[in-house]
């Protein structure tokens, strides 16, 4: 069987349907009465339009929903070596590698799910075309006149996402584009994610982290906050909690994940937002995608191609 790299998308890849043929799996009602439990009846939610899919607080559950119950039903002989997730999927992520049951990765979803969605300052905007040491120096110019701006996401060679007060993203993206930048996509967010201004949604959501029971990792994951592998549950809590204010170094958790030995990077979850990232970061690697339990099925036919 191919050595596989699962990665699970983040916010922003919630679609209308997704969840079709999902929600009578056995793990579906499971995760559905956590959710019940938790005041969000997600079945819903799920069986809706964009719109309703689209607030913070129901579009990191809804996501996670569907990514758990897919990577549930991956092939058991899948050869696994390694998970990342894009932010909010980083717990589908560590879940599948074993640290937390899926019941308890969704209640954590759905309380982080509502701690950002509190945090209602500033914005994001992705910034297309320009390397990732230029954007952090307009950001620092900007940080320079007291304004709040950093970098979000790190997430391929010439896309980076930052974050920050409205001015501080309105200043770094007018920079940017005095430098000749290609193009500055405002970005349809409740607020500041992964920038300084979602700390005090951290400090509590840690609290939160530290109560959820944890089980040895079975492969490793590779942590958006510093792209490295971890292999030891005892380290996630930490790391998780840093997530919510820290960037997203989603081409560093790629490169890892092709370092673990990885032949091919299976997007789990709706879109195909990773693995157009993924042919960026590494056009060598092959992906795919399981979107439903008919392209998850299929991977069992998945293969190392002869020598």
Not at 55 to 80: G, W, Y
Not at 248 to 270: K, Q
Request: hydrophobic letters at 50%; charged letters at 20%; glycine letters at 8%.
């Amino acid at each position: 069987m191919t050595r596989a790299a699962l990665c699970f998308p983040g916010q922003g890849s919630q679609a209308a349907g997704m969840a079709t043929g999902l929600l009578d799996q056995p793990l579906a009602t499971s995760l559905l009465e956590v959710a019940a439990a938790e005041g969000l009846d997600l079945a819903t939610v799920l069986r809706g339009d964009d719109d309703q899919l689209r607030p913070t607080e129901v579009a990191q559950p809804a996501l996670v929903f569907v990514e758990l119950v897919l990577a549930a039903a991956l092939p058991a002989e899948l050869d696994i070596v390694g998970v990342a997730g894009h932010s909010v999927g980083e717990y589908a992520a560590v879940s599948v590698a074993g640290a937390y049951t899926p019941e308890d990765a969704l209640r954590m979803v759905i309380r982080r799910g509502r701690e950002m969605a509190a945090m209602t300052e500033g914005t994001m905007a992705a910034i297309i075309g320009m390397d990732a040491e230029s954007v952090e120096a307009a950001c620092a110019e900007v940080r320079g006149g007291g304004e709040v701006v950093v970098i979000a996401n790190l997430n391929a060679p010439g896309q980076v996402v930052v974050s920050g007060s409205l001015g501080g993203v309105e200043r770094a993206a007018a920079l940017a584009r005095e430098l000749g930048v290609r193009r500055v996509i405002p970005l349809n967010v409740s607020g500041a994610f992964h920038s300084p201004l979602m700390a005090p949604a951290a400090a509590r959501f840690a609290e939160v982290i530290a109560a959820t029971p944890r089980n040895a990792l079975r492969v490793p994951v590779v942590c958006n906050v510093d792209g490295a592998a971890v292999e030891h549950a005892s380290e996630l809590p930490e790391l998780l909690r840093r997530q919510l204010a820290s960037a997203v170094r989603w081409a560093d958790c790629v490169t890892t994940l092709i370092g673990l030995r990885a032949e091919v990077l299976i997007e789990v979850g709706p879109g195909a937002v990773l693995s157009g990232l993924a042919r960026r970061i590494a056009p060598d690697v092959p992906t795919a995608n399981v979107d439903s339990l008919e392209s998850a099925a299929a991977l069992a036919a998945l293969r190392t191609a002869p020598a």
